[in-house]
């Protein structure tokens, strides 16, 4: 059975940083494409990052400024997000492998 667990969320200042941890069991992360999502209160999730093997992609919205990475040997995929700002407020799930995390609140406030 296949599981993701985020992890890494919490209350960060505008402008501050947080790596978010998308740990996988079941299978591997290797050979599937991984992404990450978000939900603001009272709006619709959001794709915001995907990787897949070498190649990565990003939502316009977080381009130059979130990274997204895997670590093969730990099983995990991360999202390391930088510069953030109140627009970015949300949980954050990852999903792959028809499978989704149950999700991980970033809060960004001074």
């Known amino acids: 059975q296949v599981q993701l667990v985020e992890s890494g969320g919490g209350l960060v200042q505008p402008g501050g940083s947080l790596r978010l941890s998308c740990a996988a069991s079941?299978?591997?992360?290797?050979?599937?494409?991984i992404d990450w999502y978000r939900q603001a209160a009272g709006n619709q999730r959001e794709w915001v990052a995907g990787?897949?093997?070498?190649?990565?992609s990003y939502a316009d919205s977080v381009k130059g400024r979130f990274t997204i990475s895997r670590n093969d040997a730990a099983n995990t995929v991360y999202l390391q997000m930088n510069s953030l700002n109140s627009e970015d407020a949300a949980v954050y799930y990852c999903?792959?492998?028809?499978?989704w995390g149950q999700g991980t609140q970033v809060t960004v406030a001074s």
């Open positions: 079941g299978s591997s992360v290797r050979f599937t494409a």
């Open positions: 999903t792959g492998m028809s499978t």
């Open positions: 990787i897949s093997g070498s190649f990565t």
